[in-house]
């Protein structure tokens, strides 16, 4: 009996199912002008996935991981490089905007994958 009442609340009911939403990647790239129609746009769609769910940390991350981030220059990350050298760990990736060359959309490019 306890089996019955058991299969019909998870597979009659139905059990609610939870998880984590995907960022929309191709918008993203839309956004910064990248088209499907580029020889690496899946290579660049699975490698900001695997960022997305193995997000950098960028208080330890190198440049050559950074530039895995196709949203950044290499002068912002050597911007970002240099003042994590300088004045130790980023507390909030809000102070990544206290660079001229990023701007907001430029963090919230990134935010999903740091």
Same mark, same amino acid.
């Given at each position: 009996?306890?089996?019955?009442? +058991? !299969? =019909? $609340?998870?597979?009659v009911?139905?059990?609610?199912? !939870?998880?984590?939403?995907?960022?929309?990647? #191709?918008?993203?790239?839309?956004?910064?002008?990248?088209?499907?129609?580029?020889?690496?746009?899946?290579?660049? $769609?699975? %490698?900001?996935?695997?960022?997305? %769910?193995?997000? +950098?940390?960028?208080?330890?991350t190198? !440049?050559?991981?950074?530039?895995? +981030?196709?949203?950044?220059?290499?002068?912002?990350?050597?911007?970002?490089?240099?003042?994590?050298?300088?004045?130790?760990? =980023?507390?909030?990736?809000?102070?990544?905007?206290?660079?001229?060359?990023?701007?907001?959309?430029?963090? #919230?490019?990134?935010? +999903? !994958?740091?």
């Amino acid at each position: 009996m306890k089996q019955t009442l +058991l !299969f =019909f $609340v998870l597979f009659v009911t139905g059990y609610p199912v !939870f998880c984590q939403q995907l960022p929309d990647i #191709e918008r993203i790239l839309e956004q910064q002008e990248i088209s499907a129609s580029q020889e690496n746009y899946d290579e660049i $769609v699975n %490698t900001l996935l695997y960022l997305y %769910t193995h997000p +950098l940390q960028i208080n330890h991350t190198t !440049f050559d991981s950074l530039k895995l +981030l196709i949203f950044l220059s290499d002068s912002q990350i050597d911007n970002i490089l240099s003042f994590r050298e300088k004045a130790g760990c =980023f507390r909030h990736p809000n102070e990544l905007l206290l660079f001229p060359s990023i701007s907001k959309n430029d963090l #919230e490019n990134i935010r +999903l !994958f740091i």
